[in-house]
């Protein structure tokens, strides 16, 4: 059972970072549609993305701490008498490792988002550079908006991907909890 809650706590946690990673990119383009003709990439934006990096590398960090930690558990022996239930035990361990794989892979794939979260960065510094010449800052412009409506989409496919799991790994522990019960 400490396994399942564990493996909740992960992925929430993995939820809460394609979030903020969300939003983050939200307000980005918000803000490119919004301003034409003046300075791109105000402070705010630039420091939305400096938070993200900073918290999103943080959060997943500690997510991943968090997963050594459950798989410890998990690949940890247990002692259990009643041999019939041991063959359920072993398929439940089984399954727990395949989870925690699968969140792991999530997770290594958001940090590396956060590679292309500091290429927007540096597009948005690289269209403030070219203000002064207007068809430049137009491409880069649409530069940026195209490399945001993918990252966009990347982080969309993550979050269902994430949120079928997360309902998954619910359903699950409200199975064995109903188990235990009875």
């Excluded at 992960?10 to 980005?28: N, P, R, T, Y």
């Excluded at 997770?107 to 988002?113: A, H, I």
């Amino acid at each position: 059972m400490d396994g399942s809650l564990q493996l909740l706590d992960v992925c929430g946690a993995s939820k809460d970072c394609l979030l903020l990673m969300k939003e983050c990119v939200q307000d980005l383009a918000s803000s490119l549609r919004r301003r034409k003709g003046e300075e791109y990439g105000q402070e705010s934006e630039i420091q939305c993305l400096k938070s993200f990096r900073k918290n999103g590398t943080k959060l997943v960090q500690k997510s991943l701490a968090n997963l050594k930690k459950a798989k410890k558990i998990c690949n940890s022996q247990l002692l259990v008498e009643d041999h019939g239930c041991s063959s359920i035990i072993n398929m439940i361990k089984e399954a727990e490792a395949i989870t925690l794989s699968v969140i792991e892979s999530l997770l290594l794939v958001v940090s590396g988002t956060t590679n292309e979260v500091e290429k927007i960065d540096s597009a948005l510094k690289a269209l403030n550079r070219e203000k002064s010449s207007k068809s430049g800052d137009v491409v880069s412009v649409q530069n940026l908006q195209k490399q945001l409506v993918s990252f966009k989409l990347k982080i969309q496919e993550l979050e269902e991907g994430v949120e079928s799991l997360f309902g998954h790994l619910m359903r699950i522990r409200v199975s064995l909890l109903n188990l235990l019960n009875h």
